[in-house]
């Protein structure tokens, strides 16, 4: 089982940056991929950006230049560091890990991004 809690959103204004973090509560070396989703009003969750062990990263293409996903194996945690930020971009963004087959997810931080 795989636990994961988000921090590092709030309000920014347009072309801002913010950095999320999620922590994990074991350690993520043992977890083959991990990434951020999110999900704005009325719309459905989206993939952001994953990473796996191997450091092998993917992105949406809305955020492509924009966002960088990492991962610290020695503090067990995921970052994505978000840059040039619209307000399209608002949303409450979730961790994910895939870890044995299931997908466990984090209780989400908001974000919001003012024009």
């Known amino acids: 089982q795989v636990q994961l809690v988000e921090s590092g959103g709030g309000l920014v204004q347009a072309g801002g940056s913010l950095r999320l973090s999620c922590a994990a509560s074991?350690?993520?070396?043992?977890?083959?991929?991990m990434g951020w989703y999110r999900q704005a009003p009325g719309k459905q969750r989206e993939l952001v950006a994953t990473?796996?062990?191997?450091?092998?990263?993917n992105y949406a293409d809305s955020v492509k230049g924009r966002f960088t996903i990492s991962r610290d194996n020695a503090k067990n945690t995921v970052y994505l560091q978000m840059n040039s930020l619209k307000p399209e971009d608002t949303a409450v963004y979730y961790c994910n890990a895939v870890y044995y087959d299931y997908n466990y997810w984090g209780q989400g931080t908001q974000v919001t991004v003012s024009s």
């Open positions: 990473i796996t062990t191997g450091t092998s990263t």
């Open positions: 074991r350690s993520i070396v043992s977890i083959p991929a």
